[in-house]
């Protein structure tokens, strides 16, 4: 049986991020999954170079000292909050210190299962841009949610543009990338890490009490039915449902819920097995 550990929303907490790959490699887990949302939030560290110092002077040298004592595959997607201009950055950093980046290419584990990731997420009412996407191919109102933002800022090189989300009608929606990304792969082994989650399921309410999860995700789930599906983003999801997980036909789609804020973050375990895996919620404390 192979055990993985999810996290997402870590948001830059370096006592978070220490207090995971300390239980990873105590636990001896076959695999660790950080699910985007990977840096600070504070507003003098929220720009391309603040963010691209945190990945050089902080988040790498900790996977390089977890590495060196762990066997543990780790594996990593962005997130909205994430510039996409450190993307090759981060790449490189990860490959250097022997982690994966999941996003174009998937990881294949000794089991067979099949783990990719996707960072993109639906428009949202917030400024910043880079990872934003139509969700479905129909989608041309960006008023349609209600809370949709359509001017931010995405990243470029070192800098903060201008962006309008107009521009993004010339790129394929959510569900299109969704079935381009897992083209040829199994999905009864195919274990799908997305930033976003489904819409509609206790992965995605907030706290305006609003689900604001992908609805071309989640017809992707419904239609292709992958083994698995692993969520952040809606860091309060999960206490207002008072649930982590749920079915979509016979796919499980699970969110992790944590909030970066406090000392002590939330994974999920997961053992992967012949029949149903068996899932845990857990905060990780002391």
């Known amino acids: 049986m192979e055990n993985i550990i999810f996290s997402a929303d870590l948001h830059g907490n370096m006592s978070q991020y220490n207090k995971v790959l300390d239980h990873a490699c105590t636990a001896k887990a076959d695999i660790l999954i950080f699910g ?74 000794c089991d067979g299962y099949i783990f990719i990731g996707y960072s993109h997420v639906p428009f949202t009412p917030f400024k910043y841009k880079c990872w934003e996407r139509r969700d479905q191919i129909s989608d041309i109102d960006f008023n349609q949610r209600g809370d949709t933002r359509s001017e931010g800022v995405i990243s470029q090189g070192e800098e903060l543009i201008p962006y309008d989300l107009h521009d993004a009608l010339e790129k394929p929606s959510i569900g299109e990338d969704l079935e381009s990304l897992t083209k040829g792969l199994d999905m009864e082994k195919l274990i799908l890490i997305c930033h976003a989650p489904p819409f509609e399921t206790v992965c995605d309410f907030n706290s305006q009490k609003k689900h604001v999860g992908s609805k071309g995700l989640r017809n992707f789930i419904e239609s292709r039915q992958p083994f698995m599906t692993l969520h952040g983003h809606i860091h309060e999801s999960v206490d207002l449902m008072g649930a982590f997980s749920e079915t979509i036909g016979k796919t499980i789609s699970i969110s992790v819920g944590n909030d970066h804020r406090p000392e002590w973050p939330y994974i999920i375990k997961v053992g992967l097995n012949d029949t149903l895996p068996e899932l845990e919620r857990l905060q990780i404390i002391g």
């Open 36 to 109: 985007g949302d990977l840096t600070p939030k504070e507003p003098r560290k929220r720009t391309p170079l603040g963010q691209r110092a945190f990945f050089e002077d902080e988040l790498f040298p900790a996977l390089k000292a977890f590495k060196e004592k762990c066997d543990t595959e780790v594996l990593f997607i962005m997130g909205n909050d994430d510039f996409k201009s450190n993307r090759l950055l981060f790449k490189a950093g990860l490959e250097e210190n022997g982690c994966n980046l999941i996003d174009e290419a998937p990881y294949i584990s």
